[in-house]
């Protein structure tokens, strides 16, 4: 069983940035890839950025390349969502998860964290 925990959100202005953390615990290793969701009140869970565990590939929806950068600490075994430039739009319930492939597709994870809210004002 794998286990995430995610952080780092919260309250912030349009024109900020967050890092968000998504630590992994469990039965983790280089097979898996983490991937960022997010889901806005009233929308669809919607991809954001997955990694591979080992760092070499990424991957991003392509309205957010640029502003968003996904990486990870395999020392710390977390991998870290950067956003910057946040806005309104942004605002959305994110979750990270773990599977075995480098996707954009909620099914092909396995293993979901409880979720952190960032809200963006304007």
């Known amino acids: 069983q794998v286990h995430l925990v995610e952080s780092g959100g919260g309250l912030v202005q349009a024109g900020d940035s967050l890092r968000l953390s998504c630590e992994a615990s469990?039965?983790?290793?280089?097979?898996?890839?983490i991937g960022w969701f997010r889901q806005a009140p009233g929308k669809d869970r919607e991809f954001v950025a997955t990694?591979?565990?080992?760092?070499?590939?990424?991957y991003y929806k392509d309205s957010l390349k640029g502003r968003y950068t996904i990486s990870r600490d395999n020392a710390k075994n977390t991998v870290y969502l950067q956003m910057n430039s946040l806005e309104p739009e942004d605002t959305a319930v994110y979750y990270c998860?773990?599977?075995?492939?480098?996707?954009?597709?909620?099914?092909?994870?396995?293993?979901w964290g409880q979720g952190t809210q960032v809200t963006v004002s304007s």
């Open positions: 469990g039965r983790i290793d280089s097979t898996y890839a």
């Open positions: 990694i591979t565990w080992n760092g070499k590939n990424t």
């Open positions: 998860a773990a599977g075995k492939a480098l996707s954009y597709y909620r099914s092909e994870y396995l293993h």
